[in-house]
């Protein structure tokens, strides 16, 4: 994944800029940001090239908590949000919001549509594919990826719809109002505005 820093000059074109930011998000809630990742976000330009560009306000405020805290502070909220031994604070996991169980049906379904994109989980890798920062990562191989007959358009509207469009809004909702996210309550704030984006924007192609 490039610089953060590049998420918001003109210089990318949108596509790119939009895989940018999934692989961003995938980094930011697969794990405890790595101290490179945060370094880059802090010297991150947090004025956009247009005014009032829709995500400047909430990418500013994810770089001015990664200026404000620590790298281990941040560390110990990821872990106190989303990791500890059984049940997590906050899931990471779309079954739990679609269904309130995890391992379900909206499980085997996504299962099947990756399956269909020539998509499968790395066995390394222990997180079900339901998890958002999987999803995210999805999401940009369907944007930047070389083969057109996956990485296009209706593709992404299509995974977009089913798989993160109908319960991101929840996950991001429940880490805003959790009383220990800081630097994870601007990083779901800038989660909301950016899906919204996408959304409007697969509208506009329906």
């Not at 000059?9 to 980094?27: H, Q």
């Not at 004025?47 to 620590?70: H, I, K, N, T, Y």
Request: proline share 5%; glycine share 6%.
């Amino acid at each position: 994944m490039n610089q953060p820093a590049q998420l918001v000059p003109s210089a990318l074109d949108e596509e790119t800029a939009r895989a940018e930011v999934y692989g961003l998000l995938a980094a930011l809630y697969y794990a405890a940001p790595p101290a490179e990742l945060l370094e880059n976000i802090r010297v991150a330009v947090t004025e956009a090239p247009a005014a009032g560009a829709v995500l400047e306000a909430s990418w500013s405020e994810l770089v001015g908590a990664a200026r404000r805290l620590s790298s281990e502070a941040i560390a110990r909220e990821y872990e106190a949000l989303f990791g500890g031994v059984g049940k997590p604070e906050v899931y990471l996991f779309g079954s739990h919001y679609l269904s309130g169980f995890l391992n379900e049906k909206p499980l085997a379904a996504l299962r099947t549509d990756l399956a269909g994109l020539g998509l499968a989980r790395d066995e390394a890798m222990p997180e079900t594919e339901d998890h958002f920062a999987y999803l995210c990562e999805v999401m940009r191989y369907l944007i930047a990826g070389d083969d057109v007959a996956v990485a296009n358009l209706t593709r992404q509207r299509e995974f977009f719809a089913r798989h993160l469009q109908p319960w991101a809004s929840d996950l991001c909702d429940a880490v805003g109002r959790h009383p220990k996210a800081d630097f994870y309550r601007c990083a779901s704030a800038f989660t909301q505005v950016f899906i919204s984006v996408e959304a409007q924007g697969f509208d506009m192609l329906a």
